[in-house]
């Protein structure tokens, strides 16, 4: 008499996990729709932008990439000046003591 109300018992422990586990999946998969839902309205404001203005959007991107590519330059130059120095400090230290 125990024995089935036991598997019972553990059948409905299983069902409620199974259970939870799908409640999860349809929380992840609405808030997946909502934000599909909100890209789907940045695209329709973007695909209603005249030629002028996705013209000025274009160019405020490239202004902004402009800067951040000499940015990079400089901090990638600095970065490559400051191991060259070490290289060239680490050899003559080493040369003068071994």
């Known amino acids: 008499m125990e024995e089935p109300i036991n598997r ?7 069902a409620i996990k199974l259970i939870n586990q799908i409640q999860k999946e349809i929380e992840k998969k609405k808030e997946e ?3 599909l839902q909100k890209d789907i309205q940045h695209y329709k404001q973007i695909m209603k932008l005249k030629k ?3 013209d000025a959007i274009v160019e405020i991107l490239r202004k902004d990439l402009q800067k951040e590519s000499e ?12 191991f060259f120095s070490l290289g060239v400090i680490v050899t003559l230290l080493s040369s003068m003591f071994l």
């Open 71 to 82: 940015q990079s330059f400089w901090n990638n130059f600095l970065v490559d000046l400051f």
């Open 33 to 35: 729709a909502m934000k």
């Open 52 to 54: 002028p203005e996705v």
């Open 8 to 14: 019972i018992t553990k059948s409905f422990s299983d």
